[in-house]
Structures are given as C-alpha cells and as structure tokens.
C-alpha cells in the first residue's frame, strides 16, 4: 500500500498564493503519473493537473497560467504551487498518484479563496 499525505490548504483571499505538497511513503518502488483533483461543494472531483514520472505536465484549462505542479522523484513528493487564486478555486484538494494497476488517494486539504 501506498499512503499519500497532503498538506499547505488553508484560507487565503482572492489573488493571493498557496502551495500544495504532497509525500507518497510505504510500498512506493515505480510511481508514474502524480497529480491533484479537487471537489467544490455539491460538484464532482476534477482533475486539476497531472505530471508523469518524465515531467510531462498537464493542467486543466481553468487553471493555466496561474498553477504549477512540480514532483521530486527522490522524494516522492508532488507539490502544487498555486497563484492568483479565485474564489471559484475553492474546493478541497486531493493528491493521486498511479503505481502499477493502482491508484492512490490522499485524504484531501480544504483550501478556501475569501476575502
């Protein structure tokens, strides 16, 4: 098994920043894709941006321009630099990465975009 644990949500007002990071520990021996999905309130998960073990990056189209994910391979770690926030942004933010035929999810970290 493969736990995943997020951290760096919180409350921040519209145009500020937060960072998301995220640390894969246990059976972690070939992570390929890593990346991070949110859930706003009475919506379904969505993919916000994804980034393969080469660092290929991919980024949902509401997010261009103002999101970054970057990964340490070393590390296993995924963070998610995140500029400009808006408060349709608001959602909780979740941590997925693929190893093999499996899939894991970490817990989710609440961010709030408010004046």
């Known amino acids: 098994q493969v736990q995943l644990v997020e951290s760096g949500g919180g409350l921040v007002q519209p145009g500020g920043s937060l960072t998301l990071s995220c640390v894969a520990s246990g059976r972690v021996f070939s992570i390929s894709t890593m990346g991070w999905y949110r859930q706003a309130p009475g919506k379904q998960r969505e993919v916000v941006a994804t980034i393969t073990s080469g660092g290929r990056t991919n980024y949902a189209d509401s997010v261009k321009g103002r999101f970054t994910i970057s990964r340490d391979n070393a590390k296993n770690t995924v963070d998610l630099q995140m500029n400009s926030l808006k408060p349709e942004d608001t959602a909780v933010y979740y941590c997925?990465?693929?190893?093999?035929?499996?899939?894991?999810w970490g817990q989710g970290t609440q961010v709030t975009v408010s004046s």
């Open positions: 997925n990465v693929a190893q093999g035929w499996n899939v894991y």
